[in-house]
């Protein structure tokens, strides 16, 4: 985790790492880019969490499944056959003006 000064506005940032794509985001004054998600003990991207608005695919994300198991947390899957979120933290289903993001299966 890093400090990061915006050397407009004189706001501080940080940056961390998502346990889901690797890949950093912010949160900070202003900037909240992460989403937690409580029973799951994680603080996930925003981005990881809307692409995964209709469920999360296991073979995708080893990381995520090794932490579930490790804090005991049994997942349960949707009709897909993708991971649900927990209840109350299922991400906004996609708007008109959101298209659905397509990925790889
Ligand atoms: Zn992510």
Same mark, same amino acid.
């Given at each position: +985790?890093?400090?990061?000064?915006? !050397?407009?506005? %004189?706001?501080?940032? $940080? +940056? $961390? ?17 992460? #989403? ?6 994680? #603080? ?27 804090? %005991?947390? &049994? ?8 991971? &649900?979120? !927990? ?15 397509? #990925? +790889? #299966?």
């Amino acid at each position: +985790m890093c400090a990061i000064k915006d !050397p407009k506005s %004189g706001d501080y940032t $940080f +940056m $961390f790492e998502c346990p889901m794509c690797g890949r950093g985001y912010r949160d900070g004054q202003h900037v909240y880019e992460g #989403r937690t998600i409580g029973p799951w003990q994680i #603080r996930i991207c925003q981005t990881c969490h809307v692409m995964n608005w209709d469920g999360i695919v296991e073979s995708h994300q080893p990381r995520l499944m090794e932490h579930l198991a490790k804090i %005991g947390v &049994k997942v349960d899957y949707n009709e897909s056959g993708f991971i &649900k979120w !927990p209840s109350g933290y299922e991400p906004p289903p996609p708007t008109p003006r959101q298209p659905r993001h397509r #990925r +790889m #299966r």
